[in-house]
């Protein structure tokens, strides 16, 4: 039974530019959120995605967008990077309302 | 608001040392979640517990316990009888009751604990 897997691993982008970061939840999970950790901190809740739609969204500027597949897989996007972008971005997939479940996380740096 | 407090940054203990890691939490909510992650060095988050606003029981689990006191808004995690593996950062998080809700709910994390076991 395959987890949550997330790609890339690691990512080395230049301010301004733009990333986008993958993530396929555990089988049987239909909603998707993301969380950004900033080097010693506690994980910060981003966006959550079910049924295709966002659902809630935590404090991050329109920057800072997804989607969700038909699949349920998602994508993180994030335009116009700054330096404060640097951090790992973990995906946690579940099952409508339960338990969420994280992947390995894919770590950003940008110069 | 929600808001989790893990007042202590670093703990270095002993193998087979007995160490408590202190969770402090701040709801408005009267149905809620608790929750432990452990994050080893490799950055994946590890569900340890989930637990209840109204079952204050403890809970054991093999060499882990919870300490879940209402009175005070609090949710302690002990180790007993620590090991090397044990060494890694753990999470205290918080989350709305999901029922209340459409979708799933968001985790409020602390800021973590540093904990390492020396052999």
């Known amino acids: 039974d395959a987890g949550v897997t997330q790609s890339p691993t690691h990512l080395i982008k230049t301010r301004g530019q733009q990333v986008t970061l993958r993530c396929s939840p555990k089988s049987g999970h239909d909603t998707v959120s993301w969380y950004q950790q900033a080097l010693g901190q506690g994980p910060q809740f981003i966006f959550q995605y079910y049924e295709e739609e966002e659902r809630q969204r935590g404090n991050f500027p329109d920057r800072f967008s997804g989607h969700q597949f038909p699949n349920y897989s998602s994508e993180l996007n994030v335009n116009a990077l700054l330096l404060g972008d640097s951090a790992l971005y973990l995906c946690a997939s579940s099952l409508k309302r339960y338990e969420q479940y994280f992947g390995p996380g894919t770590r950003l740096t940008v110069t | ?119």
Do not use: H, M
Request: glycine content about 4%; aromatic content about 16%; charged content about 20%.
């Open chain 2, 1 to 119: 608001a929600q808001k989790v407090t893990q007042a202590q940054t670093e703990i270095s203990v002993v193998e087979k040392e007995d160490v408590t890691l202190d969770c402090v939490y701040e709801t408005r909510d009267t149905t809620y979640y608790l929750f432990w992650y452990k994050q080893p060095p490799s950055g994946e988050l590890v569900f340890l517990i989930r637990r209840n606003s109204f079952d204050e029981q403890n809970e054991i689990s093999g060499r882990y316990s919870w300490n879940f006191q209402k009175s005070t808004s609090s949710f302690n995690f002990t180790i007993t009888a620590s090991q090397v593996v044990d060494s890694a950062v753990y999470f205290c998080a918080l989350s709305e009751a999901w029922w209340k809700l459409a979708s799933g709910s968001r985790l409020t994390f602390g800021e973590g604990t540093q904990l390492t076991v020396n052999p």
